[in-house]
């Protein structure tokens, strides 16, 4: 599926601290933005830098197409 796809994309970019809790979150809500990725992950305590924030946003819209 689309979902497990993306749930790999997003393990093996290997982002520090990222857990299965997060990478749900991200597969809910499917930002596009840097921005957005850092807003889906707000409540939990995962620090993300902008790079690893636009990675996220990119393997996600990349899966979108």
Avoid at 12 to 25: A, C, D, F, S, T
Avoid at 31 to 52: H, I, Q
Avoid at 56 to 61: F, T
């Amino acid at each position: 599926s689309k979902a497990m796809e993306l749930k790999k994309k997003i393990e093996e970019l290997g982002i520090p601290r990222m857990k299965q809790e997060h990478i749900r979150k991200l597969l809910d809500v499917l930002p596009t933005d840097s921005e957005d990725v850092k807003l889906a992950l707000n409540s939990y305590s995962v620090t993300l830098t902008n790079e690893n924030a636009v990675k996220i946003a990119d393997a996600i819209k990349q899966n979108k197409k």
